[in-house]
C-alpha cells in the first residue's frame, strides 16, 4: 500500500518561493508517475505537475509552467519547487501516485494514491 505524506507549506510572499516534499513509502515506484495537484477555497481540484518516477519525464499545467519545477530523488521522495508565487496559488497542495505511470496530461482520476495535503498560502 502506497502512503504519501507531504511537508513545506506554509506562509510566503507573493514573488517569494517554496520546496514541498512528498515522502512516498510502501513499495518501490518504478513505473509509477507521481504528481502534484492543488484546491483553493471554493474551487474544485487540479492538476500541476506530474514526473514519471522512471523515466523522470515532466509535465506542468499551464498556470505554472516556468515558475514550478517537480523532481524526484533515489530516496522515495517528490519535490515541487515553486518560485515567483502568485496570490493564485494559494491553495492545499496534495501529492498523488499513478500506478498506471500517467505522466502526461494526467487526470486526476488516474491517481489511486494520495496525501493529506499542505497549506501554501501567498500574501501580497
Known amino acids: 500500500q502506497v502512503q504519501l505524506v507531504e511537508s513545506g507549506g506554509g506562509l510566503v510572499q507573493a514573488g517569494g518561493s517554496l520546496r514541498l516534499s512528498c515522502a512516498a513509502s510502501?513499495?518501490?515506484?518504478?513505473?509509477?508517475?507521481m504528481g502534484w495537484f492543488r484546491q483553493a477555497p471554493g474551487k474544485e481540484r487540479e492538476f500541476v505537475a506530474a514526473?514519471?518516477?522512471?523515466?523522470?519525464?515532466t509535465y506542468y499545467s499551464d498556470s505554472v509552467k516556468g515558475r514550478f519545477t517537480i523532481s524526484r530523488d533515489n530516496a522515495k521522495t517528490v519535490y515541487l519547487r515553486m518560485n515567483s508565487l502568485k496570490l493564485d496559488d494559494t491553495a492545499v497542495y496534495y501529492c498523488a501516485a499513478s500506478r498506471g505511470g500517467v505522466w502526461y496530461a494526467p487526470h486526476e482520476a488516474d491517481f489511486g494514491s494520495w496525501g493529506q495535503g499542505t497549506q501554501v498560502t501567498v500574501s501580497s
Open positions: 514526473i514519471s518516477w522512471s523515466l523522470g519525464s
Open positions: 510502501g513499495r518501490t515506484f518504478s513505473g509509477y508517475a
